[in-house]
């Protein structure tokens, strides 16, 4: 499997992002809250549909645009091991917008695991990004 975000795998309808607020459920963290909505279609496997969130709180464009292409980096390195038939609401808080991106995709990884996003919930550590998203600086 491609190591992709394809549109296809994203959320994008205003009705989509509404049911998993209403349907799903939450976990919140210091950076972010995942929101999930497990068992969309039951009769065929499709990936997990991923939405991701930024608002004018938490920054100005370019932050906004900065934490938004770092959780969809967290998002596209660990779809292998993501559950089917789910859709995924990343919210950025806040304290995303001056978090390094290990701290963002481990604290992504906590909330994965406790929401049952995973495949096979292990304690191993999650592919870690090339290090050109390690810094603020992009």
Same mark, same amino acid.
């Given at each position: 499997m ?6 296809? =795998?994203?959320? &994008?309808?205003s009705s989509?992002? %509404?049911r998993?607020k209403? #349907? ?5 963290g210091?950076?972010? =809250? %995942? ?7 039951t009769q065929?496997?499709s ?5 991701l969130i930024? &608002?004018?709180r ?5 932050v906004?645009?900065r934490v938004?292409r770092?959780?969809?980096?967290i998002?596209?390195l660990n779809?292998?091991?993501l =559950? &089917?038939n789910?859709w995924?609401?990343? =919210?950025?808080?806040r304290?995303a917008?001056?978090?390094?991106f290990?701290d963002?995709?481990?604290e ?5 695991r ?7 919930p292990?304690k191993?550590?999650?592919? &870690?990004?090339?290090?050109?998203? #390690?810094?603020? #600086?992009?």
């Amino acid at each position: 499997m491609a190591l992709t975000f394809p549109k296809s =795998i994203r959320l &994008s309808l205003s009705s989509e992002f %509404l049911r998993v607020k209403t #349907e799903g459920r939450s976990y919140s963290g210091r950076h972010m =809250i %995942l929101g999930i909505l497990k068992n969309i279609d039951t009769q065929t496997a499709s990936p997990t549909k991923t939405g991701l969130i930024t &608002s004018r709180r938490v920054g100005g464009a370019v932050v906004r645009n900065r934490v938004r292409r770092r959780f969809r980096e967290i998002v596209r390195l660990n779809r292998p091991a993501l =559950i &089917s038939n789910a859709w995924l609401v990343v =919210i950025a808080r806040r304290a995303a917008a001056d978090a390094s991106f290990a701290d963002l995709q481990e604290e992504w990884a906590r909330l994965a695991r406790k929401a049952g996003l995973l495949k096979t919930p292990t304690k191993a550590p999650l592919p &870690s990004a090339g290090s050109h998203l #390690e810094s603020p #600086e992009e």
